[in-house]
């Protein structure tokens, strides 16, 4: 797959300017043709859009090289799109990062999909190292998360003030990795960490695994399928390694008896699985 088409599950490639897809179209849900469709007739205002966008990409950054952060064997796609701001305030305001079975102290909030950051440093700005220590997001899409690492640091410089201010740090709680969400095990690319200070070992190599198993909450921002793909994993951490799970604007029915919070009408959904004391 690359910026001029999508990869259908036959192989075939469709212009970006053509709606209807050829070989496997059939394979694919009424509902998720409707979407793909409405992304490919987007993509290049899209594309404008990054391309002319300081605050997005950065300065010298050009635009992403592909819109699309994830090809799944059987043709679906999860592509990166905005995340919406208000949805995304609405949402962070009913979740509780206080002390939980899993992280005995602030939490952690893993991205899985994390596109350009936006979701994680929000979440990092909105609260202070003592509830929130960690933001971490794994995306495939490299390219777009270089443009994130470049834009989070020209506008977020590293705190120099006492330990009051760096409660809202950023870039000391900010990590960025580049990897496949399907492969837990193997290494992930640093993109983007908090320097390692000196005299400390340096960290392991990181894993969806290790990832997951650090993190209190996970974030997902994606297609209905792509969700579908990665819910025996998210209903896994949330059940087993009680995790809650917050997904944006999309429902996850395989987790469904386990909603807390939001709705259709709020357009986010909160999974959490009730903890016995």
Known sequence: MDQDGIQSPAGEKHNGQD??????????????QECLQTIVQEK?????RYKNNPELLGETKSKPTR???????????????PTPRDILTNMLQHVDFSTTETNRGSSTILDLGCGDGLVLVQALETFPRSQLSRAIGVDLDRPLLEAAHDRIQQHHPSSTQPQAASEYDILSRLELYHGDLTTMHDPLTTIMAPPTPQNTKPSPTATMDTLISESSHLFVYLLPEALSKLAP????????????????RWEIPELSDYLVHGGEHHQ??????TIQS
């Open 19 to 32: 709606t209807e897809c050829n070989a496997g179209h059939d394979l694919i849900p009424p509902k998720i």
């Open 44 to 48: 290049e205002e899209e594309f404008d």
């Open 67 to 81: 819109m699309f952060s994830y090809d799944w064997a059987n043709g679906y796609v999860s592509p990166f799109r």
């Open 233 to 248: 994993l998210l209903l896994d951490a949330m059940v087993t390694k009680h995790k809650v799970v917050l997904s944006m």
């Open 268 to 273: 986010f959904y909160i999974y959490q699985s």
